[in-house]
């Protein structure tokens, strides 16, 4: 949600903060700007839409210059426009970008406009570059103005500021927002994550929340909360730019689909041996408290608490643990009763949901044992923030509808139940059944993907439709849950689910010939109830397509079309009847013509309310 992307060099940086920008493009946006100083002029350019008609923009203008911030804004306050687009400019003097909210941005608005400052966007934003224009004009260089700034505002925020008289220095602060700073040689960068400065540097330090950084080519001071000048380590990244790329595929999801053995068996790598998950793979601290945990509360948004939702069921049945979940922007406006011995476990890909952030914050004082993340950025927020954590290695992904984050966090989250589970009522002997069917999860996977020309046969008879309903008996109503939210979110067709046993009670009503109903339907104890469902649309002329396992003998007759896939075991069938409606979602999406890696209105990572 928002990208920020800032230099200063000994070099133009047109072309870093251009690259920068559409390495970003992934978290979703409106519009895009630049803004570069030269001979101590802001030269600024924003355009609606894509970073392309940016580029074409900036290209044909020659804009140039060694210092300069760029950002792609998501709309929040203030509609899609040109003027709403950052950076923000005050007095010709200073240009700032920003993510997050500015909560109390009225109140200083109504201040700066009492002063005789001139707004000329909807954006909270143009609030900070005021702020800091104001304390420029009380004498104060950049970092005292942004400092100074920082106590004036509340809510969410990472900021990047430019001014024209210093013309070889960048100033930038983070408070809730992600904010990262590439250390090259000669030359420095700012960006919201590290994906966005791949081409120019693999060496990063990952700002805490309150830290204020004054940067030159040459030099890096970073001021924590207290605004005393501290060392943050600098990390060396083990991506590379080409493992953001696409490669040989049109699309980024599709290229996330396909990667998901790989991804797989690296969460699991040394994490099952001789048949067993050691307490270890949660951190050095997970001794000390696994044998005092008697409950789970899992805390999630979007396509990760479906992942929470299926792990209620493994925890319960397999660990013998009670788990509760609970969609962490609800969880974090009412009242509490912790019972004792519960572990707070959070899940995200990014690392930087703003949400479950803030009830990570909320938990520590409310008497968890302890905390631990589920997570895909080893630097991320979520993980510093968390007692324990145990992280997916899903690799980059850039496609906002997640893949590979998911099915990799569902083998995490199992690995956490076999962990919990040997200290309540799980055998040896269950352990290394469970150890084994997780090792085989990589080839079924393939063994699905070999499916997709069938799958995509799916996808032509339901892409003229308006609607869809998804349907799931038990640990499969989750995966119905994300599957309909894959097709609603790429493909713009309304899809909705629910668990099988719930038809006759209000959904049945919807069922027709122009209602295609998808149902997933492994070969588990409640097969025979499901079958008894599908038969109630089929005699209501209803279309289905059922994804079923292999030997179940579940026939296409009578209106129903059937696609088979391989046997796995019960209790991670989820993982596996995820892959096909991933794939159904897909093709969908491009047979329609939508914009499948970036679908309108929606963010990669969503880092505010």
């Known amino acids: 949600m928002c990208g920020i992307v800032g230099a200063v060099a000994q070099r133009d940086v047109d072309l870093i903060l251009l690259e920068g920008l559409r390495r970003l493009e992934y978290r979703g946006y409106d519009s895009a700007g630049i803004a570069i100083i030269m001979d101590n002029v802001i030269n600024r350019i924003r355009s609606v839409g ?123 602060a983070r408070k809730g927002s992600p904010l990262v700073i590439g250390i090259g040689l000669g030359e420095n960068f700012i960006a919201s994550d590290v994906q966005a400065l791949l081409p120019v540097t693999q060496n990063f330090i990952y700002l805490d929340n309150g830290d204020i950084a004054d940067i030159t080519r040459e030099k890096v001071t970073i001021f924590d909360v207290d605004d005393a000048v501290v060392g943050r380590e600098v990390k060396r990244s ?21 990667e998901q053995p790989k991804a797989i068996t690296d969460t699991l790598e040394g994490r099952i041996i ?13 001794g000390e408290l696994l044998n005092k945990i008697n409950s789970v509360q899992i805390i999630a948004c979007g396509t990760s608490f479906h992942a929470g939702l299926i792990a209620k069921y493994w925890f319960e049945s397999i660990a013998g643990i009670r788990c509760d979940i609970e969609v962490a922007s609800e969880y974090r406006y009412r009242k509490h009763v912790v019972s004792d011995g519960c572990l707070f476990v959070t899940i995200s890909q990014s690392g930087e949901t703003a949400d479950t952030l803030a009830a990570l914050m909320m938990a520590k004082d409310l008497g968890y044992i302890g905390s631990l993340a589920i997570c895909n950025v080893p630097e991320s927020s979520l993980i510093r923030e968390s007692d324990l954590s145990l992280m997916t290695r899903a690799g980059p992904e850039i496609g906002v509808a997640s893949t590979k984050a998911f099915t990799t966090q569902l083998i995490a989250l199992m690995l956490l139940v076999i962990v919990l589970g040997k200290q309540k009522k799980l055998s040896e002997s269950q352990e290394q059944q469970l150890c084994h069917a997780l090792q085989t999860i990589p080839g079924i996977t393939e063994n699905v993907l070999d499916l997709d020309s069938e799958i995509e046969a799916f996808a032509e008879m ?47 009503a919807l069922v027709d010939a122009d209602m295609p109903v998808i149902a997933v339907a492994p070969n588990d104890e409640l097969l025979e109830k499901l079958k008894s469902n599908l038969e109630e649309v089929r ?27 391989p046997r796995v075991d019960d209790a991670l069938s989820p993982i596996i009847y995820t892959v096909p409606l991933q794939l159904l979602a897909y093709h969908t999406a491009v047979m329609k013509g939508t914009d499948v890696d970036q679908p309108r209105n929606l963010a990669k990572s969503v880092t505010v309310e």
């Open 274 to 286: 001789s048949g067993a998950v050691p307490e270890n793979i949660l951190g050095p601290k997970a």
């Open 50 to 172: 894509k970073v392309a008609e940016l580029d074409k923009r900036v290209t044909n203008e020659g804009l140039k210059g060694q210092l300069g911030i760029a950002h792609t804004r998501w709309a929040t306050h203030g509609e899609p426009t040109e003027n709403n687009a950052h950076p923000h400019i005050c007095n010709k003097h200073v240009a700032v970008v920003h993510n997050g909210i500015i909560e109390n941005y009225e109140s200083l608005k109504k201040e700066q406009l009492e002063k005789g400052f001139r707004f000329t966007s909807d954006t909270d934003t143009e609030v900070i570059a005021h702020q800091i224009e104001y304390y420029l004009t009380q004498g104060d260089d950049l970092l005292a103005a942004v400092k100074k700034t920082t106590g004036d505002i509340e809510g969410a925020y990472a900021i990047g500021a430019i001014v024209t008289d210093e013309p070889d220095h960048l100033v930038c």
């Open 238 to 258: 083990e991506l590379s730019a080409s493992e953001v790329g696409k490669g040989n595929f049109k699309h980024y999801m599709l290229k996330e689909i396909y």
């Open 462 to 508: 339901i892409s003229e439709k308006s609607h869809a309903l998804f349907l799931g008996r038990g640990i499969e109503y989750p995966v119905a849950l994300e599957g309909a939210l894959k097709l609603k979110e790429i493909s713009y067709i309304h899809a909705e689910a629910y668990p099988a046993g719930e038809l006759k009670h209000g959904p049945l």
């Open 539 to 565: 005699a209501r002329g209803g279309e289905l397509f059922v994804f079923a396992d292999e030997e179940t003998m579940l026939d296409a007759a009578d209106g129903a079309k059937v696609i088979g896939i």
